[in-house]
């Protein structure tokens, strides 16, 4: 059985992210202004995901095309005649439509049956030999459920025993949201050609992407010449914003932090939130919380300066720190309520997650000093939607959430997504399905609060940290898998993780 988590070949992806409508324009722009033709194009794609096959499945000697009635079974054209030319056996399925091809992949189906191609109808039966299938169905222009007999197509090839390597994007899934508004091919290795597409990121794309190639099919210095606003941002980053300490610094110097939180039963959040702090480097970390989990947390981490949550206390802290984080184990009850009213009346930056972005559903206010961290249905009720809503567009949710809240936003999940009001938006490419367990997001608080303490701007602590909380999980699930990962267990790796600067060395 293929597994199909997102990871990279050795190649390098870009850290920029074209708008799939965008890109989609650009490219013949970019085609005319270098001289290049959009035939010529087509001939590199389908040479670029040939050399990925055979580089991927070398073994493989019966190859079946799957191919659309758009450019993108034009580059399965390519793909099938190289193929041939190198001496595999091709069967080429292509879809039948009164509609005409467009000239590229009208001209790349002419070249295959030149080459002494065939081509067959889609409902033929598959060779039971078949040990590569090549998806060339649906392109970057998706939009709505894929239909018959492109359906059909997609669950036969989903549960035939053959690897699949999708061209460009997997037929199904939507270029620029990541959503699979229907069936969707799942992929062991997808090839996408000029730029990333936020599709291939967020979303949905982790289950059906597999490992990721890219190509810019010799477009590079033209996209170098025209950067975009989006960014994919992964542990390699970390260094341009955790840089090595003075040797002179004291604690004094990389940030007092409040956390307030863990009312009745949820000791654990604030407690999470306050060592994942600590160990992304905050200087100094005073946790205010209900009387009875005081002993309890100094216990477990006696670093942690905990204290019971009082009017008087609540005020101090807030004159001595230079950042809060509320929220974790927070509870809706009124002494969550009368803290939040407090943290609201602050000017200096401050992280809001968990319950008091239930809180902040009530009563809604835009402020930019402010992070917030939902998860999709944390967004949902801030914007009043479902669920099914923000997870049909991640990009556009966040946005919507910058609009109405001001700040950065954080919205969590696979494919984490931060924006700001500046117009800001990256896309974190780091983290794993062992994160999906109870404690992450009051681990995620702890580490944005504990940098944005250490001077980074607002939306530079969400990026970083994202991408810290990811990359820690990371390390974990390679050495360990991904099955029983504990949100305290991300403590011994997030140390290394916030230290770029030092030579990874693991010891058992």
Known sequence: MTDHTLTRNPQSIPHSIWPADGLRRAEKTAAADLGISLYELMQRAGQAAFEVARAAYPDSRRWLMLCGHGNNGGDGYVVARLAQAAGIRVTLLAQDSEKPLPDEAH??????????????????PWPEDTDLIIDGLLGTGLQNAPRDPIV?????????????????????????TGATPGVVINAAHTITFIALKPGLLTGKARDVVGTLHHHALG????????????????????????????????????????????????????????????????GLVRVLTRAE?????????????????????????????DVV????????????KQALRKVENIRKPTLWDADALNLLAFNPDKRHNRVITPHPGEAARLLNCRVAEIESDRLLSAQRLVQRYGGVVVLKGAGTVVADEHGSLSIIDAGNAGMASGGMGDVLSGIIG??????????????????????????????????GMLATDLFSTLRRVVNPDVIDVDHD
Request: with cysteine.
């Open 325 to 336: 984080v509320i929220g974790p184990g927070l509870g809706q009850a009124e002494w969550g």
């Open 450 to 483: 504990a940098l944005l303490g250490q001077a980074l701007s607002p939306y530079d602590a969400a990026c970083a940290g994202c991408i810290a909380h990811g990359a820690a999980a990371d390390k974990l699930a390679a050495r360990y898998g991904t099955r």
């Open 152 to 176: 059909g197509l997609i669950a036969q090839a989903n549960c035939f025993p053959a690897p699949i390597i999708a061209l460009d994007i997997p037929s199904g899934l939507n270029a620029q």
């Open 219 to 282: 477009l590079d210095s033209w996209l170098a010449e025209h950067p975009t606003t989006i960014r994919r941002l992964d542990a390699s980053q970390l260094a341009q914003w955790l840089t090595p300490r003075r040797p002179t610094s004291h604690k004094g110097d990389h940030g007092r932090l409040v956390l307030i939180g863990g009312d009745h039963g949820t000791a654990g959040a604030i407690r999470m939130a306050g060592e994942a702090a600590l160990r992304a480097g905050a």
């Open 293 to 321: 989990n005081v002993a309890p947390i100094i216990t477990a981490r006696p670093e942690l300066m905990v204290h019971e949550l009082t009017p008087q206390l609540l005020d101090e802290s807030l004159e001595w720190a």
């Open 107 to 124: 001209a790349a189906r002419e070249a295959w049956l030149e080459a002494g191609g065939v081509i067959h109808a889609t409902d033929i």
